[in-house]
């Protein structure tokens, strides 16, 4: 069974700091997919990143950089210097190879906020 | 371009009654999902589409819950004979294909009295 584990639930953080949201995925498939989503306050899930099980280089964009290693099954989330926009919840979530359930299975989220 | 929407924005109703939650993918996207959301928790799947068909609707909770799909486009997701427990907010996300990056909607928050 997939199963997303997001060890923290809320962070509190003061502007320009850096934060890493954790995130532990597990799966028995060779290929899948994970993703990041952000949740404000005003309540739509925002598309952050896509990343299939076959690239674990990591991505940077903007100030947001994702680390990706099938070692520790881990898909960790930085925010570099951190502003207050960033306040939300941030969602990591797992979907299985095309041909498999198409459901995005969610961890249960981090509230991250950021304090001016 | 449009994205996802979403009707009504918030619905209360009383306990034992019929609710219909709608979802308007975005224009050419053949697939689609429903998730719930209770308070502070993660999104649970309910069902997905792809095309008019229902492939999946395993994480329905109960024989309560139905969806349907037309045209290849909208989609309700009726609840009958509502519980408190149903109170959550729902989410409809769309995907150009099942294997693409699914893009959700605002949701509609239900609350049952």
């Known amino acids: 069974a997939q199963k997303v584990t997001q060890a923290q639930t809320e962070i509190s953080v003061v502007e320009k700091e850096d934060v890493t949201l954790d995130c532990v995925y597990e799966?028995?498939?060779?290929?899948?997919?994970l993703f990041w989503y952000k949740q404000p306050p005003s309540g739509e899930l925002v598309f952050l990143i896509r990343?299939?099980?076959?690239?674990?280089q990591n991505e940077i964009s903007g100030r947001y950089s994702w680390n990706f290693q099938k070692s520790t099954s881990s898909f960790n989330f930085t925010i570099t210097a951190s502003q207050v926009v960033d306040s939300a919840v941030y969602f990591c979530?797992?979907?299985?190879?095309?041909?498999?359930?198409?459901?995005?299975?969610f961890g249960k989220g981090m509230k991250l906020t950021v304090n001016p | 371009g449009a994205g996802v929407s979403q009707s009504p924005s918030n619905k209360v109703t009383e306990k034992g009654k019929d609710v219909e939650l709608r979802c308007d993918p975005i224009?050419?996207?053949?697939?689609l999902y429903w998730y719930r959301q209770r308070l502070g928790q993660g999104l649970e799947f309910l069902i997905y589409?792809?095309?008019?068909?229902?492939?999946?609707k395993s994480g329905l909770p109960s024989d309560r819950f139905s969806a349907e799909r037309t045209g290849e486009s909208v989609s309700t997701l009726t609840i009958q004979r509502t519980q408190q427990e149903d109170s959550a907010v729902y989410l409809c996300?769309?995907?150009?294909?099942?294997?693409?990056?699914?893009?959700f909607g605002p949701g509609t928050r239900l609350t049952v009295l």
């Open positions: 799966t028995r498939d060779t290929t899948y997919y």
């Open positions: 589409f792809q095309g008019n068909s229902a492939p999946d």
């Open positions: 979530a797992l979907s299985e190879a095309p041909g498999g359930s198409e459901k995005l299975v």
């Open positions: 224009s050419g996207h053949t697939a």
């Open positions: 990343r299939n099980s076959f690239d674990e």
């Open positions: 996300a769309s995907s150009l294909a099942t294997t693409d990056t699914q893009y």
